[in-house]
């Protein structure tokens, strides 16, 4: 078993940057990717980025140039920095360890989610 916490959300304003932290602990497998992903009311979860290794990462397009996701395997961590923040970023972020760069399911024994935090960009 995996647990994952998200921490870092909150309200801000348009423009401004937001770091998103997520603790894993228990049996971890960094061969595994981990990722970010976001459901805003009314629509369906999406893949906002991915990451196996620092090399080896993937965004959506809508949030290319303004977020990065990082690792931290000795400290089984997760960030996601989130820069120029705009309303339409405005989401519960989900923290997952399993899914694949796209956010497919590569075992279904290792599909792992946190209990989300909330992120609002509003004036």
């Known amino acids: 078993q995996v647990q994952l916490v998200e921490s870092g959300g909150g309200l801000v304003q348009p423009g401004v940057s937001l770091r998103l932290s997520c603790a894993a602990s228990g049996s971890i497998d960094s061969r595994y990717a981990m990722g970010w992903y976001r459901q805003a009311p009314g629509k369906q979860r999406e893949l906002v980025a991915a990451?196996?290794?620092?090399?080896?990462?993937n965004y959506a397009n809508s949030v290319k140039g303004r977020f990065t996701i990082s690792r931290d395997n000795a400290k089984n961590m997760v960030y996601l920095q989130m820069n120029s923040l705009e309303p339409e970023d405005t989401a519960v972020y989900y923290c997952n360890a399993g899914r694949d760069l796209v956010g497919l399911v590569v075992s279904p024994k290792y599909d792992y989610w946190g209990q989300g935090t909330q992120v609002t960009v509003s004036s």
């Open positions: 990451i196996i290794s620092p090399g080896t990462t």
